[in-house]
């Protein structure tokens, strides 16, 4: 069975960066593509950005467009999510999560094959 392990969070101020990481073991990750999601505190989960299985394809949501970047390296088994120019409104518990057909670059919260546990982000002086 596939299982994601995040890692990455932290605290930063505002306009600093961080990079999570999303480790698979159980599978080769490149059957698989990569959502993003987030959930702060309160709120429902938010679609953040998406990768497919051979990089090829991305997608973000508006609220990140431009400020976060996704890619991967399939030979560590591992997907990345570079974060620059962080505000408070990002402040969430970031998670990673598997989709295959991997050639489907989704952000669709209820088609996931594998989650992993989150990783919590606050942006905050």
């Known amino acids: 069975q596939l299982q994601l392990v995040e890692s990455g969070g932290g605290l930063v101020q505002p306009g600093g960066s961080l990079r999570l990481s999303c480790v698979a073991s159980?599978?080769?990750?490149?059957?698989?593509?990569i959502g993003w999601i987030r959930q702060a505190p309160g709120k429902g989960r938010e679609g953040v950005s998406c990768?497919?299985?051979?990089?090829?394809?991305?997608a973000y949501a508006d609220s990140v467009r431009g400020r976060f970047t996704s890619s991967r390296d399939n030979a560590k088994n591992t997907a990345y999510l570079q974060m620059n120019s962080l505000e408070p409104e990002d402040t969430a518990v970031y998670y990673c999560?598997?989709?295959?057909?991997?050639?489907?670059?989704?952000?669709?919260?209820?088609?996931?094959?594998?989650w992993g546990q989150g990783t919590r982000v606050t942006v905050s002086l």
């Open positions: 999560a598997a989709f295959s057909p991997g050639t489907l670059c989704t952000m669709n919260s209820d088609i996931f094959d594998s």
């Open positions: 159980g599978s080769t990750l490149d059957y698989y593509s």
């Open positions: 990768i497919s299985n051979s990089g090829s394809i991305t």
